[in-house]
């Protein structure tokens, strides 16, 4: 169940606090195959089964950018933000790939908000750092410091 406020003004309340946590992901290769057909990498660590077997992670690793991606599945399932007419992603100041994410591993999102600043359009654009956890994982997937912008109604 999602954090939840009940406007963006809310937010500046919150910065420094852990949100929660996303429901777990599995992450199969069918999943992988199609993010590789839609962004053009088919690189063999990705989509080779048989190959991967036999290179450096013993199975085929989800693509870092499809790790990434999944942070716009994860987030609506952790913060919601009521009394806006929309939010849009504005971009991200951070990204690293900690570890790779394996062929049937599962992730999910956890997010803490480290900035909520009001703009002078009326906005609050707020940046979650978000981590994708591997299950039974020491390192995660990808730590990413994310930003929206959040217009009220």
């Not at 450096?56 to 919601?80: D, M």
């Not at 990204?95 to 009001?118: D, K, Q, Y």
Request: glycine content about 10%; overall charge negative; charged content about 20%.
């Amino acid at each position: 169940m999602p954090t939840v406020f009940a406007s963006p003004a809310e937010l500046a309340a919150a910065v420094g606090r852990h949100l929660g946590w996303s429901d777990w992901l599995q992450i199969d290769q069918a999943r992988i195959d199609q993010f590789a057909a839609a962004t053009g990498d088919h690189q063999w660590i990705h989509v080779d089964p048989e190959r991967a077997r036999n290179g450096p992670f013993g199975r085929c690793i989800a693509h870092g950018y499809l790790t990434q991606s999944l942070v716009n599945h994860f987030l609506p399932q952790i913060v919601r933000v009521d009394g806006i007419a929309m939010g849009v992603n504005y971009g991200a100041d951070r990204l690293r790939f900690p570890a790779p994410v394996p062929v049937g591993s599962r992730v999910r999102g956890g997010a803490e908000l480290l900035e909520a600043t009001p703009q002078k359009d009326g906005s609050v654009q707020v940046k979650y750092r978000v981590t994708v956890e591997i299950e039974d994982h020491d390192k995660p997937g990808c730590v990413i410091d994310t930003i929206a912008r959040y217009y009220p109604d």
